[in-house]
């Protein structure tokens, strides 16, 4: 069996934000050598998420819509119990909690196995610093 472990690290300049990866796991998993297996990506930190969806602006927009609707940003501690240990992100971490930690493809003939119109994400909820993501590709 084969396996490749990489790390990737993202820094987005702005507080919420997608960034389509595809490329660069399509890349690994080239560098992997697998042929027949599985990928593993997923957000090393708790105000992050990795996600597979449509490569869609508007669809991307309403995710940061929705998701502002469900937790909005509110740094004060009125709003999260969270922000009363000083920090300011507490609704970074309930938007990751609801896009996900991680996401598990298959690896078929050497390439990503993915349905129509599926590419890979890096979610960013509460940006502007260097955050990994873990590739961790298994197979023959």
Do not use: C
């Not at 929705?66 to 922000?83: G, M, T, V």
């Not at 896009?99 to 129509?116: Q, S």
């Amino acid at each position: 069996m084969k396996s490749l472990t990489e790390h990737l690290t993202f820094n987005l300049p702005v507080r919420m934000g997608f960034l389509n990866i595809t490329g660069e796991v399509e890349s690994l998993v080239r560098k992997s050598g697998v042929r027949e297996g599985l990928v593993l990506v997923n957000a090393m930190h708790i105000t992050a998420s990795v996600f597979i969806n449509d490569d869609e602006p508007g669809l991307h927009e309403d995710y940061k819509a929705w998701l502002e609707a469900l937790a909005p940003f509110d740094a004060s501690p009125s709003r999260y119990k969270h922000n009363r240990t000083g920090e300011d992100n507490a609704d970074a971490h309930m938007k990751r909690q609801i896009m996900g930690r991680e996401v598990v493809v298959a690896i078929t003939e050497g390439k990503l196995d993915f349905g129509p119109w599926e590419q890979i994400f890096y979610g960013e909820f509460d940006g502007r610093r260097p955050k990994r993501v873990l590739v961790k590709i298994i197979g023959e």
